[in-house]
């Protein structure tokens, strides 16, 4: 696991991408796994200034959302449908038909979710999965005491969590209580995985993936065996690092 430490979160931002961009590079079809959202914002806002320089080019690249929220209408605005089409697939002109975002609408969450895994088997594996981290330590969002080897499956969501995305709705019971999310294990078969976390509210979940055991109270710990990792984190997110 990689660690890079950097001064604000628009060098977070600037830093996590160019390792996207990196590895995205010279591939003919490559495939990034996207988090929605605060963190990845900066990061998406400099792969998109790459895009528009003509240093990257993500026209014949696929993309796979980690997660939806079940039952809300993908014309929501805070949709990930929505939300990953306004931060993702528009400005970093990917082609929208190339670009998937589990259906948390689907009568059937079970077939929609063996669905997702094949088609992200068919376009033959992410090869850089960018990564935000819950303030209880989620990743996606399988929340604490989810199995390590969990593929895409339906989740209810802690009363943290849809505290934490709260400020996203009206009202606190316009939050969704269930979501659609990739798992952990399907997480981990990602070939490069890019976490950035800001914000001191961020600093025990941070400490705890890094320096803690490897244990499914902390979903993120797991990321401790993935085999080529980058965590880039703001000072305050550090702080708590040993
Ligand atoms: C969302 C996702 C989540 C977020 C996490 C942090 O697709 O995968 O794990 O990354 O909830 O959210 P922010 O970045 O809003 O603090």
Known sequence: MEVVICRDAAQVGIVAAEKVADRLRGRANPVIGLATGSSPLDLYAHLAKLVDEGALDLSQAYGFALDEYVGLAHEHPESYHAVIRRTVTEPLRMNPARVRVPNGMAADLVGAAQQYEEAIRAAGGVDVQVLGIGSNGHIGFNEPFTSFGSRTHRVPLTEQTRNDNARFFDSMDQVPTHALTQGLGTIMDSRTAVLVAT?????????????????????????QFHPDVHVVLDEAAAAKLA
């Open 199 to 223: 914000g001191e509210h961020k600093a025990d979940a941070v400490a705890a993936m890094i320096e803690g055991p490897v244990a499914i109270a902390m979903p993120a710990s797991i990321l």
